[in-house]
């Protein structure tokens, strides 16, 4: 087989093998692109538009990640459970109160220094617990009991997060540098996040390690 051909193919199944993007993953982004246009042809101001659309994506990205914490029942509200429900409504304190800091200040670029922040603060999270182990990594990289993954896999993952993130504080902050129009950052926005779930997954597959150790083998 030629090279030309070899690489065809290769390409080819490593594009079939791609996971499909969920419709949760999909939300915030088409949150922000219909906001900013309905905004938009409502007469309202660009920058204005553009940041209540933003806050619009971010305040129901918060809440997809913070509902199943509070949607624990009981459960958290005893323990651990309590911790971290205390600390979540902490968290979400703080973040309301940017929220509306951002609405204050009606500045695009405030809006995405925060983008930024919030980003670069993920990805040294995720840098942080790459070099955890067993049981400390289940909160950042959590995997089935039925299928358990090596902490190799599970460390390459969370290293794999922290360089997404940094990719969207690069882009993010190169429609800036750009001066791009708001419109065209509203576009560039809503699709970054398809276009790192595909890269992720190809990340994935052609850089992770073996899922399960070689016999007589473990981790070091």
Same mark, same amino acid.
């Given at each position: /087989?030629? !090279?030309?051909?070899?690489?065809?193919?290769?390409?080819?199944?490593?594009?079939?093998?791609?996971? !499909?993007?969920?419709?949760?993953?999909?939300?915030a982004p088409a949150v922000f692109l219909c906001a900013w246009t309905v905004l938009s042809s409502a007469a309202l101001p660009? !920058? +204005?538009?553009? %940041?209540?659309?933003? *806050?619009?994506? #971010?305040?129901?990205?918060?809440?997809?990640?913070?509902?199943?914490?509070?949607g624990g029942g009981a459960r958290s509200r005893t323990g651990a459970g309590a +911790?971290?429900?205390? =600390?979540? =409504?902490?968290?979400?304190?703080l973040v309301l109160a940017f929220f509306t800091l951002e609405v204050? /200040? #009606?500045?695009?670029?405030?809006? +995405?220094?925060?983008?930024?922040f919030y980003a670069g603060v993920y990805a040294f999270v995720m840098l942080r617990a790459s070099l955890r182990r067993g049981e400390e990594l289940d909160p950042y990289c959590p995997q089935s009991r039925r299928y358990p993954l090596r902490d190799a896999v599970r460390q390459h993952v969370c290293k794999l997060?922290?360089?997404?993130?940094? /990719?969207?504080?690069? *882009?993010?902050?190169?429609? %800036?540098?750009? #001066?791009?129009?708001?419109?065209?950052? %509203? *576009?560039?926005?809503?699709? =970054?996040?398809?276009? =790192?779930?595909?890269?992720?997954? *190809? /990340?994935?597959?052609l850089t992770c390690p073996p899922v399960e150790a070689e016999d007589g083998q473990t981790d070091p």
């Open positions: /087989m030629d !090279p030309i051909t070899r690489l065809s193919l290769s390409l080819w199944y490593l594009l079939k093998s791609l996971p !499909p993007i969920t419709a949760d993953k999909l939300l660009a !920058p +204005q538009a553009f %940041v209540i659309a933003a *806050v619009l994506a #971010q305040g129901l990205h918060l809440f997809k990640i913070l509902a199943p914490v509070y +911790q971290l429900s205390s =600390l979540s =409504l902490r968290s979400l304190a204050v /200040m #009606q500045s695009p670029r405030f809006v +995405q220094g925060t983008v930024s997060y922290a360089l997404c993130a940094l /990719m969207v504080v690069v *882009v993010n902050e190169a429609t %800036v540098a750009a #001066q791009m129009p708001l419109g065209h950052r %509203v *576009v560039v926005l809503a699709l =970054l996040p398809m276009a =790192l779930h595909y890269v992720l997954a *190809v /990340m994935l597959d």
